[in-house]
């Protein structure tokens, strides 16, 4: 047997269920609405930093490539060789790499051990290259580091796209449990509305 409910008590307890939905569903709303935008900026974060290493790890081979010319084939070498880097070049390159691992050293987490292993491998890339450039040594180990910088930085990027394509947790919670609850609850309080019998 359905209980049966005067009229303007159904019409009061109607009327606080539809706002609470409401509400509810303006909360969603504005959720979705920030983590979608937290998540274009993370995706632009990622873009930005992929783009950094490229031009980094680039201006570093570059840079190693044009320090071995030099070490081979000495100060005359403009003499000895048909394609060679201008000097303005290689400074310019300096001044890339220089100021690609500030932008990334800035963009990366210090709290996240991945990001710390890959600015200590760019560093360790930069401290090699220095090294071989003091020593008039080889620069395989600098290209080598520079591999290394650049063979590790690869899943890190993947994971960041990773976490991107996931969405915030916050998204995650209101897409998977906020609103399908609020669903299920319009749907009981129809189905509810429906089945009851009300004197009027």
């Known amino acids: 047997m359905h209980a049966e409910f005067p009229a303007q008590a159904l019409a009061a307890v109607a009327t606080l269920v539809a706002s609470l939905i409401a509400a509810a569903v303006a909360f969603v709303n504005l959720t979705l609405t920030k983590e979608l935008k937290t998540s274009e900026f993370r995706q632009a974060w990622i873009d930005a930093l992929r783009e950094d290493l490229a031009k980094f790890l680039g201006a570093a081979r570059a840079f190693a490539r044009a320090a071995e010319v030099v070490h081979t084939f000495g100060p005359e070498y403009k003499d000895k060789i048909p394609l060679f880097i201008r000097d303005d070049k290689i400074s ?26 890959l600015l200590r491998l ?21 290209l080598d580091a520079v591999d290394a910088a650049n063979d590790y930085a690869r899943p890190v990027l993947k994971r960041e796209w990773k ?4 969405g915030e947790l916050p998204f995650r919670v209101v897409r998977n449990w906020l609103a399908p609850t609020i669903f299920i609850v319009s749907i009981a309080f129809l189905v509810f509305m429906w089945n009851g019998t009300f004197k009027i």
């Open 122 to 142: 760019l560093v360790k890339a930069v401290r090699i290259q220095n090294e071989a450039l003091a020593n008039g040594g080889s620069v395989q180990d600098a």
């Open 163 to 166: 976490r991107v394509k996931a």
């Open 92 to 117: 310019e390159l300096r001044y890339q790499a220089a100021e690609t691992l500030s932008r990334i050293r800035l963009r990366l987490n210090p709290e996240e051990p991945e990001h710390e292993e």
